[in-house]
């Protein structure tokens, strides 16, 4: 009798954990901030803080602060790179977000020259077509 009241609270107990669980994803994927990405156009980079994961970039006298996330992927000269190899002075342009808090949020930042794509083999000539074969039957043969 025990035995069976235990394993009824046990059951009873992983239920309200799984309900938990499924809200507070629900709750936190409802937090998550949805914008399209937005280009940023070529700016440099005037201030690094590794502390805060930002990077201050100024065009034309106008600062913007980006959030770096773990979501923000890096690019120096066409290969991947990591938030070491950006520093001050250094030319960048990417896309972000801006969050409901208008935070701006670093989507992808580009640094260095772009690689230029491999110039393609000229395809193979085709070799001439054939003209299909006639047979000429001469009359009387």
Do not use: C, W
């Not at 629900?26 to 930002?54: C, E, F, G, H, Y």
């Not at 085709?126 to 006639?134: D, E, F, G, N």
């Amino acid at each position: 009798m025990k035995t069976e009241r235990n394993i009824g609270r046990s059951i009873f107990r992983m239920g309200i954990i799984t309900i938990a669980a499924f809200m507070t994803i629900a709750v936190s994927a409802q937090s998550i901030p949805k914008s399209k990405p937005v280009n940023l156009p070529r700016r440099v980079i005037s201030a690094v803080d590794m502390t805060n994961m930002t990077f201050t970039v100024t065009s034309k006298g106008t600062n913007l602060v980006l959030f770096i996330t773990s979501e923000t992927r890096f690019f120096k000269d066409g290969k991947y790179a990591i938030t070491q190899d950006f520093k001050v002075g250094d030319e960048i342009r990417g896309t972000m977000t801006v969050a409901e808090d208008n935070k701006h949020l670093a989507v992808r930042l580009y640094s260095g020259q772009t690689p230029k794509a491999p110039k393609s083999a000229k395809p193979a000539k085709k070799p001439a077509s054939k003209a299909p074969v006639t047979k000429v039957i001469a009359p009387g043969s």
